[in-house]
């Protein structure tokens, strides 16, 4: 067991989704514990292998992981389904809705404890400062957090869903294809955001080193 921990203190879990509009690679926050090793969990047993991204807002995130999207009418309301559990929420102030995070979602239960299977991936927007503000204001309103200087401008440069700041888990983050959630979120949709042609998701993972995912993804 001793072995095994520090073999994966050495490596990181790298998660690759492929949909027809491309591949993401995402790596996940060890920050968020039990987020990290449930997602873990799912990919190893193919849980999201057929799936669908069944809620997608441009300039806001592209939603997935709902069990009963993958044999769904076109019609059918999807975004309940789940696997029967849980997680208790996980805020880190430091991890924050930028372009790219990728989050849990849930319910409204008071507790903010994230679904045991759906997550969404930000696309959100590049915010001038009148609209940070709001954000600001919008966010205090939620009690949720208030970005740090340095995260602003983040959310100012390269963008993000900052409302959701402390409200929603954020455990994981896309290092490679950020495009492929800009095309995503812009496919046409029905009233209920479900995008109308169906776009399917295929995930793996595997241990890579750390020192080589520095490298690969300069972090």
């Known amino acids: 067991m001793l072995a095994q921990a520090q073999n994966r203190r050495k ?19 060890d920050q968020t514990p039990k ?24 300039r806001f995130m592209i939603q997935g992981g709902d069990p009963n999207s993958k044999t769904a009418e076109a019609d059918r309301p999807l975004g309940s389904g789940d696997v029967g559990y849980k997680i208790p929420a ?20 008071p507790e903010k404890a994230s679904s045991g299977c759906q997550f969404y991936i930000v696309q959100g927007r590049v915010w001038d400062e009148a609209g940070m503000q709001q ?4 966010i205090r309103n939620m009690n949720g957090h208030v970005p ?13 869903s900052p409302h959701l700041d402390g409200n929603y888990t954020v455990f994981g983050q896309v290092v490679e294809g950020l495009a492929v959630v800009d095309s995503i979120a812009k496919q046409p949709r029905s009233a209920q955001d479900r995008p109308l042609k169906d776009v399917r998701m295929t995930v793996s993972g ?8 520095a490298k690969l993804y300069n972090l």
Do not use: C
């Open 11 to 29: 490596k990181d879990f790298l998660v690759t989704m492929t949909t027809d509009f491309g591949t993401m690679r995402l790596l996940l926050h």
């Open 35 to 58: 987020h990290k090793d449930n997602f873990i969990k799912l990919v190893n047993d193919k849980f999201y292998d057929g799936l669908l991204f069944h809620r997608i807002i441009e």
């Open 90 to 109: 996980e805020f880190v102030p430091a991890l924050f809705h930028k372009k790219g995070a990728l989050a849990a979602a849930r319910d409204g239960n």
């Open 135 to 138: 954000q600001i204001s919008r």
């Open 148 to 160: 740090t200087p340095e995260q602003q401008k983040v959310y100012q440069t390269l963008g993000g």
């Open 206 to 213: 595997k241990w890579v080193k750390k020192k080589k995912l």
